[in-house]
């Protein structure tokens, strides 16, 4: 019995994962599974630009308004999102490759997020990141 792809995408995952296993290959749907494959790389990228919007978002939020009054919650999340990003290069040594065109990719997401938490407009922060790889992932703290 073969479970289609398009109509349920965990049994067919769970299908070809048995095949795999058991050394079935000719009944592999090997056309989606090169699809899938691939998209796993994908979506390990798109999760470290998400992570890397997040935090340059708050990295802004922390160096343009010093004075708000709750800027723990702040570290807090510059904190967590710096662990996950670097357990996400960690564990993907060759996203590290990418990390500059990532990061260029999520400053856009980055500054929207400060606009949008901030009461700051567009035109308060810089064009592109200030901040380079080893200040955004390490311990620092930029100040006014």
Known sequence: MSID???DFFAWSQEQARLLQSGRFSQLDTAHLVEEIGDLGKRERR??????????????????????????????TINTQRRAVTRLL???PSLRTELEQVTTEAYPDAVDLAVAETPFD?????KSCPWDEEQI???YWPIV
């Open 137 to 139: 992932l390490k311990d």
């Open 90 to 92: 960690d564990e993907n």
């Open 5 to 7: 792809y398009d109509q």
């Open 47 to 76: 999760a470290l630009e998400s992570r890397l919007a997040v935090l340059i978002g708050h990295l802004l939020k922390w160096r343009y308004q010093p004075d708000y009054p709750n800027r723990k919650s702040w570290r807090a």
């Open 122 to 126: 567009y035109d308060t922060f810089p």
